[in-house]
C-alpha cells in the first residue's frame, strides 16, 4: 500500500493583533492510498484548519504536507489550492440552485471537451445512484440526494484526496445513519482517498478505516 497523504509535523495558526495564534502543532499523519481517515475531536481543537491547510487554504507555519510525490505546503511553498488535486465536500458547500444535478455534477470539468465531460457526469451520476436525476433542480431533490450529488460533483474531477468537513450535519438523524454507510460504499468504490473531519463518534467509526483523535493540535491516537 503506497502512502497518498503524509502530513509531517504540521503547525498552523492566524495572525492575530498579539501575534501568531498557534492552533495545530506537531501533527502528523499518514494515510495509505484508498483509504478513509477521519479526525475526530471536539470543537475548536483544530480539524477544519487542518482540512484548509491540506486544501491549500491557510499556510503552513512549519512542517509540511504531502500528496503522493508531490509537495503541497511547507514554510516558503505553497502549492495553489487548484493545483492540489484535492476535491472538497463540506457543509456549506451546497449545491448550485440554478444549475441541475448534472450541471452540477459537470461544474468542475468545465475544460473538458463536451463528450468526455457528460459521460463523466453519468458515470458519477450513477456512482451516488442517481442516474435518472440529472435534469432536476437542487430543490426538486431529498437533503440526501443533494449530498449525493455534492460527493459526485466533488469526485468528479478525479481527486488524488477528497475531504470530507461534516458533510452530513445539516440531515436528520435516519438519513445520517443512510448516508453515512452510502457514502463509504461509494468511496471504497472508486478506490478514493479521504479524510473525514467530524465529532461525531458512531460517524467516525462506520466510515472510517483510521482514526485519528485530536487533542491540542496534534493527534494522540492514529
Ligand atoms: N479565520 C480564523 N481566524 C482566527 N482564528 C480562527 C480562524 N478560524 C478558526 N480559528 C480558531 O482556530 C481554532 C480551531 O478552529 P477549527 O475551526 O479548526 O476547529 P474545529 O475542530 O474544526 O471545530 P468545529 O468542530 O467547531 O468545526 C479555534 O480556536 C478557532 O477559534
Not at 77 to 100: D, I, S
Not at 107 to 126: K, N, P, S
Request: with cysteine; glycine share 10%; proline share 5%.
Amino acid at each position: 500500500m503506497t502512502v497518498a497523504l503524509h502530513i509531517h509535523d504540521l503547525q498552523l495558526g492566524y495572525d492575530g493583533p498579539r501575534g501568531l495564534h498557534t492552533v495545530v502543532d506537531g501533527f502528523s499523519l499518514a494515510l495509505d492510498a484508498g483509504r478513509i481517515g477521519c479526525l475526530l475531536g471536539p470543537s475548536g481543537c483544530g480539524k477544519t484548519t487542518v482540512l484548509r491547510a491540506i486544501a491549500g487554504f491557510e499556510p503552513a507555519r512549519a512542517g509540511r504536507i504531502e500528496l503522493g510525490d508531490v509537495l503541497l505546503s511547507t514554510p516558503g511553498t505553497h502549492l495553489p489550492p487548484e493545483h492540489r488535486r484535492v476535491g472538497m465536500m463540506f457543509q456549506e458547500y451546497a449545491l448550485f440552485p440554478h444549475l441541475t444535478a448534472a450541471q452540477n455534477v459537470g461544474f468542475g470539468l468545465r475544460r473538458q471537451a463536451a463528450v468526455a465531460r457528460a459521460a463523466r457526469v453519468a458515470e458519477m451520476l450513477a456512482l451516488v445512484g442517481l442516474a435518472e436525476a440529472g435534469a432536476r433542480f437542487p430543490h426538486e431533490l431529498s437533503g440526501g440526494q443533494q449530498q449525493r450529488i455534492a460527493l459526485a460533483r466533488a469526485l468528479a474531477p478525479a481527486p488524488a484526496l477528497l475531504l470530507l468537513d461534516e458533510p452530513f450535519s445539516n440531515l436528520d438523524g435516519a438519513t445520517r445513519e443512510r448516508l453515512t454507510v452510502e457514502v463509504r460504499d461509494i468511496l471504497h468504490q472508486a478506490g478514493q482517498t479521504a479524510v473525514l473531519v467530524t465529532h461525531n463518534e458512531r460517524e467516525a467509526q462506520v466510515m472510517a478505516d483510521r482514526i485519528g483523535t485530536m487533542h491540542n493540535g496534534r493527534l494522540t491516537r492514529w
